[in-house]
């Protein structure tokens, strides 16, 4: 992409971003516990890097059960959204745009960071075999092994995307200009796409379109609550990540859920893969024709329609 392209400015849904420039989420676990509320130290952050296009936010929890990581910080207590309020009115000052990312970390969580001290939650009893961050006594991040999940019962399920919808409603009082659905790197909305993470025998395993019905429930729901101009989504479909791989159909079923997203209108497609996975130009070429808006690749490329 020539400079003067990479300056020029990009409707992305709903807002017009000044440059092309997007600053990628960067989960920085730096909020304040207990409440994980987000901090000062973050608004200045985040209002230093207004100069981008736009910035999409640290994943963000849409509920405590989502909770997955020390420090993390949330979007559902008025607490937190009263914290975000003052760090989006320091991008909106400095002429920026900003996303919310959310997310529901399924079974990359740990029993001491969840309500009660329960399991984490995710589509079936499968450990993810991973790590993730806890804060001992003295405040000090430690790694620890990831806590064996429960399934989610079937009727648990419209409760999760009804967590989505009041978070995206949340995120909108708090001033954020789009949110971007977490569906990527082994979290919960991941874990219900791969068949390796998901062995449900209800309505939500088995086709590919059994195992994205939950994502797109989602997106229907963050559309009825706040349009598909304000929806973008983070989708991870080539390579392994957290111990959650893509299945061995994994280009058709990505092709499936992108085309899927592409009807939806939604806002954008953020698209990431590893580095060790190599590049698929067919999967490229085919997310550039549903994606509405652009395709991101964290190889560092940026591809625009």
Known sequence: MSSEKLYSPLKVGAITAANRIFMAPLTRLRSIEPGDIPTPLMAEYYRQRASAGL?????????????????????????????????????HAENGHMA????????????????????????SALSAGTRTSLRDENG?????????????????IPGIVNDFRQAIANAREAGFDLVEL???HGYLLHQFLSPSSNHRTDQYDGSVENRARLVLEVVDAGIEEWGADRIGIRVSPIGTFQNTDNGPNEEADALYLIEQLGKHGIAYLHMSEPDWAG??????????????VSTVRLSAQVHTQ
């Open 100 to 123: 919310l990312q959310l997310w529901h970390t399924g079974r990359i969580s740990h029993a001491s960071l969840q309500p009660g001290g329960q399991a984490p939650v995710a589509p």
């Open 279 to 292: 590049v698929n130009r067919i999967l490229m070429r085919s997310a550039k024709k549903y994606a509405p």
């Open 55 to 91: 910035i999409i936010s640290e994943a963000t929890q849409i509920s405590a059960q989502a909770k997955g990581y020390a420090g993390a910080p949330g979007i559902h207590s008025p607490e937190q959204i009263a914290a975000w309020k003052k760090i989006t009115a320091g991008v």
């Open 140 to 156: 000090q991040a430690i790694r620890v092994e990831t806590s064996m999940p429960r399934a989610l019962e079937l009727e648990e």
């Open 182 to 184: 977490h569906s990527a």
